[in-house]
């Protein structure tokens, strides 16, 4: 048995994840879940749209200001709901191709986020003028890689 099932098959069997198999409370929070997911991948896809050429009238540094709160709120009740689906069923998670990949793909998801906000390129964004080709292929990259973490989570059901 590999570490993760070892981690994983103990945390199933918990109070918690028994009483999220009950009732009204797995569905609950995976409502919470997706709409989350909809508040972070939305909130993410207008500024990526941007970035790629959409949404021309607006500078995008401030599409990307009124954007990151509605994302980091997404994104906090993702993390939050999706550790309670992890739960209720770890041990089959930890042994589901699609969720492997879901979590490989929101890394790299995380990674591009990451060199973006960090990203001296991201000064440009001020104006209106097209971004530099850096941002653009962030933009296009960030696009691709929620979109495929989406469908990768919403196989978990079907692996």
């Given at each position: 048995m590999n570490t993760a099932v070892a981690i994983a098959e103990p945390l199933a069997r918990t109070a918690l994840a028994r009483w999220l198999q009950t009732g009204w409370a797995y569905p609950a929070v995976e409502s919470v879940h997706i709409v989350s997911i909809a508040l972070l991948v939305g909130a993410i896809a207008v500024v990526?749209?941007?970035?790629?050429?959409?949404?021309?009238?607006?500078?995008?540094?401030?599409?990307?200001?009124?954007?990151?709160?509605?994302?980091?709120?997404?994104?906090?009740?993702?993390?939050?709901?999706?550790?309670?689906?992890?739960?209720?069923?770890?041990?089959?998670?930890?042994?589901?191709?699609?969720?492997?990949?879901?979590?490989?793909?929101?890394?790299?998801?995380?990674?591009?986020?990451?060199?973006?906000?960090?990203?001296?390129?991201?000064?440009?964004?001020?104006?209106?003028?097209?971004?530099?080709?850096?941002?653009?292929i962030a933009g296009a990259v960030s696009l691709l890689l929620w979109a495929a973490t989406v469908v990768a989570g919403r196989l978990i059901a079907y692996v």
């Open positions: 990526d749209l941007r970035l790629i050429g959409a949404l021309r009238h607006a500078a995008v540094a401030p599409v990307l200001r009124s954007a990151l709160p509605v994302a980091l709120a997404g994104f906090a009740g993702a993390v939050a709901s999706g550790t309670l689906l992890f739960v209720a069923n770890a041990g089959d998670l930890i042994a589901n191709r699609a969720f492997g990949v879901k979590l490989a793909l929101l890394s790299f998801a995380g990674l591009n986020a990451a060199w973006f906000h960090a990203s001296a390129a991201k000064e440009a964004l001020a104006t209106t003028a097209p971004p530099p080709a850096t941002m653009r």
